[in-house]
């Protein structure tokens, strides 16, 4: 569900109301290897992943990329991304909940175009940054 966000709601340090997530399961690591195509048994293989020297397997860091995409399009709306990268911090486990929230770093006008340039990030309940992220906006 898409927020509403009006250019004067949008100055610069306004946030959104933070989205929580979980806790994860194995089977939302499965799914997402399903709808994705990666397979690597590190994700959903408990053997395997021990075998690797990690203590279980975990998940896919596209997963909570995708989670906190859909957390800022909700916001800002999906066809006005410009801009979105992120960048993995820690590995997400199952049993992790996740928190995304998301802050206005910069309001500008550009190209007869006004744009909000926003910080993103998800953490895990234990505190610790699973992922780092930003994106660019257009504001209608």
């Known amino acids: 569900m898409t927020t509403t966000t009006s250019w004067d709601q949008l100055t610069e340090g306004a946030t959104r109301?933070?989205?929580?997530?979980?806790?994860l399961t194995r089977t939302d690591f499965v799914r997402y290897q399903?709808?994705?195509?990666?397979f690597n048994p590190i994700h959903h293989d408990e053997e395997f992943a021990r075998s690797a020297g990690f203590p279980t397997v975990f998940s896919v860091g596209m997963l909570q990329a995708g989670i906190l995409g859909t957390f800022a399009t909700d916001w800002l709306g999906a066809e006005n991304v410009r801009k979105f990268g992120?960048?993995?911090?820690?590995q997400?486990?199952?049993?992790d909940v996740l928190?995304?929230?998301?802050?206005v770093a910069r309001r500008y006008e550009e190209d007869g175009e006004r744009?909000?340039?926003v910080?993103?990030?998800?953490?895990r309940q234990t505190g610790g940054v699973a992922i780092k992220g930003y994106a660019t906006f257009v504001v209608p």
């Not at 992120?86 to 820690?90: D, I, L, P, S, T």
């Open 34 to 38: 399903g709808a994705s195509g990666d």
């Open 17 to 23: 109301e933070p989205l929580t997530v979980g806790p």
């Open 119 to 123: 910080d993103l990030v998800v953490t």
């Open 92 to 95: 997400v486990w199952p049993g």
């Open 86 to 90: 992120v960048q993995f911090r820690e």
């Open 99 to 103: 928190t995304c929230e998301g802050t």
């Open 115 to 117: 744009k909000v340039d």
